[in-house]
C-alpha cells in the first residue's frame, strides 16, 4: 500500500521568509502528486499538481513544487509567505493502477502558521 | 461554493441517535467519496463509489453506511456511533479516469456526546 509522509508537524514562519514543505511517498510505480490547501474553516482546495512532464509545477498563489522521482519527494514551496497563506497543507499521491486512477492517500498535513 | 455541498455543516448526536450526512455535487463527476478528517492523522478514505455502485470499503465499522442513490448525491448513515466517530466528514466527487483531483465539500463537522 503507498503511503505519504510528511515531515513537519508544525511549521511557523515570519511573513516574507521562504517556504518548503517536505513531502515523500512510498509507491514505486507511476504517480500523480497533488498539494491542497485548507484555510481556517474553509474546504480543502487544489494547490497544485503533478501528472508528468516538468517535474518543476506551478500553482495558485505563487506556490511551487518539485517532483524528483529518485527521491519520491514532492516538496512545496514559495519564495516569500504572506499571513494569508496561513493554513494546513495537505501532500496526496494518487497512484495509476488498471486505468481507474480514483483513490488519493493523503498525509497527514502540515501546519503552517505565518506571523505578521 | 466548490460545487460539492455537505449539509449539515455541524451535528451533535448521542450514541443511541441515527442521523444521516448529505452530499450533493453539481459538476457533473461521476465517482464520489467519504473521508473521515480526525485531528493529527492523515484523511482517511471511507467508501468510494464510482457510477453509483460501491467500489471500496476500507474496512469501515457498519455502523456506518453508504447510499448512492444517483451520482448527483451520497449520503452517510450514522448509528449507535461511539465518541472516537467524532471527526470532520468530507465528501468529495470527480471525474473518473481523469486526474483533475478532488473537488472537495466543506464537510460535516460531527461531535457524537
Known amino acids: 500500500a503507498q503511503s505519504v509522509s510528511q515531515h513537519n508537524h508544525h511549521v511557523i514562519l515570519s511573513e516574507a521568509a521562504s517556504l518548503e514543505l517536505g513531502c515523500n511517498y512510498s509507491y514505486g510505480g507511476t504517480v500523480n502528486l497533488f498539494w491542497y490547501v485548507q484555510y481556517p474553516g474553509q474546504h480543502l482546495q487544489l494547490l497544485l499538481k503533478?501528472?508528468?512532464?516538468?517535474?518543476l509545477v506551478k500553482g495558485i498563489k505563487g506556490f511551487e513544487a518539485e517532483f524528483i522521482k529518485s527521491k519520491f519527494s514532492f516538496n512545496l514551496r514559495k519564495p516569500s509567505v504572506q499571513w494569508s497563506d496561513t493554513a494546513e497543507y495537505f501532500c496526496?499521491?494518487?497512484?495509476?493502477?488498471?486505468?481507474?486512477?480514483?483513490?488519493?492517500?493523503f498525509g497527514k498535513g502540515t501546519l503552517l502558521t505565518v506571523n505578521p | 461554493e466548490t460545487g460539492v455541498t455537505q449539509t449539515p455543516r455541524h451535528l451533535v448526536m448521542g450514541m443511541t441517535n441515527k442521523k444521516s450526512l448529505k452530499c450533493e455535487q453539481h459538476?457533473?463527476?461521476?465517482?464520489m467519496y467519504w473521508y473521515k478528517q480526525s485531528a493529527k492523522k492523515p484523511l482517511e478514505l471511507m467508501f468510494v463509489?464510482?457510477?453509483?455502485?460501491?467500489?471500496e470499503n476500507n474496512s469501515v465499522p457498519s455502523r456506518f453506511s453508504p447510499e448512492c442513490p444517483n451520482s448527483s448525491h451520497l449520503f452517510l448513515h450514522l448509528h449507535t456511533l461511539q465518541p472516537e466517530d467524532s471527526a470532520l466528514y468530507l465528501c468529495?466527487?470527480?471525474?473518473?479516469?481523469?486526474?483533475?483531483?478532488?473537488?472537495f465539500g466543506s464537510g460535516t463537522r460531527l461531535t457524537v456526546v
Open positions: 496526496a499521491v494518487n497512484s495509476l493502477r488498471g486505468g481507474s486512477n480514483y483513490k488519493l492517500t
Open positions: 468529495a466527487s470527480s471525474q473518473d479516469r481523469l486526474n483533475y483531483g478532488y473537488t
Open positions: 463509489y464510482s457510477l453509483e455502485e460501491r467500489v
Open positions: 459538476l457533473g463527476h461521476n465517482a
Open positions: 503533478y501528472f508528468s512532464g516538468d517535474p
